[in-house]
């Protein structure tokens, strides 16, 4: 007999309950099997929050210790033209196949599990792998929050240093290619810089100081389809030519970074807005905010001369965000947009054809769509449903073929070959004909040696692995021998770790040496230890924090007070790793925000109350009597109500976090449990202050590490939702938390930590 997997993954199996998370460790190893040839079998199954629980099969050769996946889950998957091979990523690292596909390798010499790398928590971070698949640009954490910029050269199997110290983003590298490969723009410290791989090979690459090209994120920053460089700056869009460059950077304080190509009305904040060039250089999108999208021709001058235009305009409510944009060269674009409704991710397509000079932006009927794809030739499009991939030809938007695919989780174009990954194998679809061929598998489902070949079937598909050859052959039925642990020369066994991102380690007994040896070093990163905290008293009625030695666990609190920006990223980012977080929200953000209200309630967070109104309650101007508390929780209660139709949690916080225990035995007598924290964020911290720069005020960057030096179990770590609505353009802050609050977790969860409700932690605490 085999050994019986899960025969069928579906939605619910793959993407775990809330519930079903793992609280101590990510990486388990089960189901161990031998050969007579000491050659071992067993999964590891990777689970946790901000990624799909998922298992790989490894083989193993006892008496060389050397290791091989034979199963890739596809993470993330990209196709490399330069190689003309398929590029898999996943926790247990980075993957390459040969030009038809036939075989899956570890990428030589990169860091991964198998070369000693501990497997990550949380969320995968993305590399940037360059066009043509030469480099891999990636970020080595050398502290929480920041990093070590690198660059992997796969043909030499060297690693060159870019930048010494940049922020960490788990959604890759904050950098852009060039077309060619030969270019590198990133960010780092508020100021774009380039990096040349021709200057790299020749050793003379600059300073950093001298290889940078002005003030700016990596959202104000796109390669034209030309090789050049579009910049937007305040209002104004450059263009600087890859010629320029160089003598751009150098002379930067006397020559202007390129030419002025356009004028937009607007100050662009690379916070919140991006920008996409069409690929003759003649207009550009603009999205303001993540919702307010406009298209502009870019003109150099147009103080004089040229016609009035009414240039299309599309707005986003609740907090739709625009998540993927398609701009052929026949200058038709495709966009797809999502949002979180009710916990759900929903999405919307809607397409602009800038040859009709009436058009506007029409919303398509597609819906249910996880990913958007367009062909290298931008004939066809794919779009990954739920249970399907339709192809359609992209000038007229029709279907030209579909087949279903259950869950597919990333696609690739490969020519005309769409390359589409789920939770089962691996396929190349023609879209030609539609005819599909087997490229690897993605999970394992039954398993097991077959004399010392590995029998693996799944979905349907039966094939053999022969480790001599290292090829694959098709089989008839599924056949394997009787599950073993031990042969003359060895013993197997499992081993449970108390600590660390692995639950168990694999045990190997070498029978002859007389000695056991795990087979994987055991991770140097432990969870915290409770034991190193001093217990410290609860105080049930002013609860500032839960318990320092019973649980590992923190619950965040956003404070909703007068602006929504970031509530779209911050629920997506929630709701990716399965959290319920506590939002305390005020009556003057209920008045002014009731449909994000309602997207708060209807995504299943907790809600307690903020007051009334926002003011200091400690102000000796202002009389704070128990009527007026009473009636201030009461009203608040009332708007939530009539918003969301729901009731407001019995916990409250009063404004700033100013109070005094009258006012706290005033709102005990309504059953309102105050709620305080041990761990100011610090959000809220504007750059400026009237007195000049403000010693309060780090970039997020510096906020995510300064939590984490902070925080305790039983840590409440409060947050600000949005930005003051009066705050002046340079009082405000460079970056928020937020935008880092997927690295946080990631961290938190790193530590070991738990991330529960407020009502959670004081009921642990009791």
Not at 138 to 152: H, N, Q, R
Not at 191 to 205: D, Q, R, V, W
Not at 400 to 420: C, K, M, R, S, Y
Not at 692 to 703: F, T
Request: aromatic share 12%.
């Amino acid at each position: 007999m085999g050994i019986t997997a899960l025969k069928k993954l579906c939605a619910v199996s793959v993407f775990l309950a809330w519930a079903a998370a793992a609280l101590f460790g990510e990486v388990s190893f089960t189901d161990l099997t031998v050969s007579k040839k000491n050659k071992l079998l067993f999964q590891a199954l990777a689970e946790g929050r901000g990624h799909p629980a998922y298992k790989t099969l490894f083989l193993a050769d006892l008496e060389s210790g050397e290791k091989k996946p034979l199963t890739f889950f596809p993470e993330d998957l990209s196709f490399l033209p330069g190689t003309g091979g398929l590029q898999i990523q996943n926790r247990f690292g980075v993957f390459r196949t040969d030009t038809d596909f036939s075989s899956v390798t570890p990428l030589a010499n990169f860091p991964s599990f198998l070369t000693g790398t501990e497997v990550r928590n949380g969320k995968l971070p993305s590399v940037l792998t360059s066009p043509d698949g030469r480099f891999i640009l990636y970020t080595s954490e050398t502290s929480p929050a920041y990093g070590e910029l690198l660059l992997f050269d796969s043909y030499s199997g060297r690693t060159h240093s870019v930048s010494p110290r940049v922020d960490i983003s788990l959604d890759g590298p904050r950098a852009e290619w060039s077309p060619d490969s030969q270019f590198l723009v990133y960010a780092k410290d508020r100021g774009l810089y380039y990096f040349s791989i021709e200057y790299l090979f020749a050793g003379k690459t600059l300073a950093e100081n001298f290889r940078r090209l002005g003030d700016g994120e990596i959202s104000c920053a796109k390669w034209g389809g030309n090789g050049e460089l579009f910049l937007v700056s305040g209002s104004l869009v450059y263009k600087i030519r890859r010629a320029e460059i160089f003598t751009r950077t150098l002379y930067q304080s006397l020559i202007r970074q390129g030419e002025i190509v356009g004028k937009i009305p607007f100050t662009f904040d690379p916070n919140f807005d991006r920008f996409w060039v069409s690929p003759d250089g003649g207009h550009m999108i603009l999205c303001v905010d993540g919702r307010n999208i406009f298209l502009y021709t870019l003109l150099k001058d147009d103080y004089l001369g040229g016609e009035s235009l009414s240039l299309p305009y599309l707005y986003l409510p609740r907090t739709i965000r625009l998540d993927t944009l398609l701009w052929g060269k026949n200058n038709i674009v495709t966009f797809l947009t999502v949002w979180m409704e009710k916990g759900e991710r929903r999405t919307a397509v809607y397409r602009l054809d800038l040859a009709e000079k009436t058009s506007s932006f029409a919303k398509t009927p597609d819906t249910d769509i996880r990913r958007l794809i367009l062909s290298p030739d931008e004939s066809y499009a794919a779009l990954l449903k739920n249970g399907s991939v339709e192809i359609r030809d992209y000038r007229l938007w029709r279907t030209h073929t579909g087949f279903p695919f259950e869950q597919p989780l990333d696609a690739v174009w490969a020519g005309t070959n769409l390359i589409v990954g789920g939770p089962q194998f691996i396929s190349s679809v023609s879209a030609a004909t539609g005819e599909s061929r087997f490229i690897c598998f993605s999970q394992p489902g039954e398993f097991g040696f077959q004399g010392e070949s590995v029998v693996i079937k799944t979905g349907g598909e039966i094939k053999l692995f022969n480790p001599e050859t290292g090829g694959w052959s098709d089989a008839l039925e599924f056949l394997a021998d009787p599950v073993s642990t031990a042969t003359t020369a060895f013993r197997v066994f499992p081993e449970i770790l108390p600590s660390g991102p692995m639950k168990n380690t694999i045990m190997v007994r070498d029978l002859g040496a007389s000695r056991t040896d795990a087979l994987f070093s055991t991770p140097r990163a432990l969870y915290e230890s409770l034991d190193a905290h001093t217990p410290e008293r609860v105080d049930m009625n002013n609860f500032t924090h839960g318990s320092r030695t019973h649980r590992r666990e923190v619950s965040f609190v956003f404070n909703a007070i007068d602006s929504v920006e970031g509530l779209g990223h911050i629920l997506e980012t929630l709701a990716d790793y399965r959290i319920r977080a506590t939002f305390f929200i005020n009556g003057d953000f209920i008045r002014r925000n009731p449909e994000a209200v309602r997207e708060i309630a209807d995504s299943g967070h907790e809600a307690g109350s903020l007051f009334f109104t926002y003011f200091n309650m400690t102000d000796p101007r202002f009389e704070v009597d128990r009527d007026f508390i009473r009636q201030g929780l009461a009203r608040n209660e009332d708007s939530y109500y009539k918003a969301t139709g729901r009731e407001l949690s019995l916990l409250w916080h009063a404004p700033y976090y100013f109070i005094r225990s009258d006012v706290i035995e005033a709102a005990a007598q309504m059953n309102y449990r105050y709620i305080g924290r041990d761990v100011d964020s610090l959000d809220w911290a504007p750059r400026r202050g009237d007195s000049g720069v403000n010693q309060l005020y780090h970039p997020a960057a510096g906020l995510v590490e300064r939590v984490l030096a902070q925080k305790k179990p039983g840590s409440i770590i409060s947050m600000r939702l949005g930005m003051p609505d009066d705050a002046a353009a340079d009082s405000r802050r460079d970056d928020y938390l937020f935008q880092k609050l997927d690295l946080l977790i990631n961290q938190l969860l790193a530590r070991g930590y738990e991330i529960v409700p407020v009502s959670e932690m004081v009921d642990h605490a009791q």
